[in-house]
Nanobody, 116 residues
Framework: QVQLVESGGGSVRPGGSLRLTCAAS????????MAWYRQVPGDIREWVAF???????DVRDSVEDRFTISRDDAKQWVFLQMDRLKPEDTGRYYCNVFTAGDAKSWGQGTQVTVAS
C-alpha cells in the first residue's frame, strides 16, 4: 500500500530551524525523484526541493542556501532540513513523487509556522 506520512513541523521564530521527515511506503521509492511541496491557504501547492534517485538535488530560488533535501533509500525516508527560516516559509509541507504523472495520493502534510 502506498502511503506518505510527513512529520517534524512546528512553530518557530524567524531564524530558527526545523527538520521535516517523510516516511514512504510502497515499491516506487528507490526509483523515484522525491520532492517536498509547500501550500498556503488559497494558493497552489508549489515544489520546494527535490532529489532524484541518483542523488541530484535542486531547491527553488527562495529557499536556496537555507533548505537541504536528502533521502534514505533503505528506510524510504525523505528529509528537508530548513535553516534560517523566514515568515514566508510558513505553510503546510508535503512530500510526493516529483513527476506529475507518477504522483501518489497526498498525505496529511506537516504545518510549519514561522512568526515572531
Amino acid at each position: 500500500q502506498v502511503q506518505l506520512v510527513e512529520s517534524g513541523g512546528g512553530s518557530v521564530r524567524p531564524g530558527g530551524s526545523l527538520r521535516l521527515t517523510c516516511a514512504a511506503s510502497g515499491d516506487f521509492f528507490q526509483r523515484s525523484t522525491m520532492a517536498w511541496y509547500r501550500q498556503v491557504p488559497g494558493d497552489i501547492r508549489e515544489w520546494v526541493a527535490f532529489e532524484t534517485a541518483g542523488g541530484t538535488t535542486d531547491v527553488r530560488d527562495s529557499v536556496e542556501d537555507r533548505f537541504t533535501i536528502s533521502r534514505d533509500d533503505a528506510k524510504q525516508w525523505v528529509f528537508l532540513q530548513m535553516d534560517r527560516l523566514k515568515p514566508e516559509d510558513t505553510g503546510r509541507y508535503y512530500c510526493n513523487v516529483f513527476t506529475a504523472g507518477d504522483a501518489k495520493s497526498w498525505g496529511q502534510g506537516t504545518q510549519v509556522t514561522v512568526a515572531s
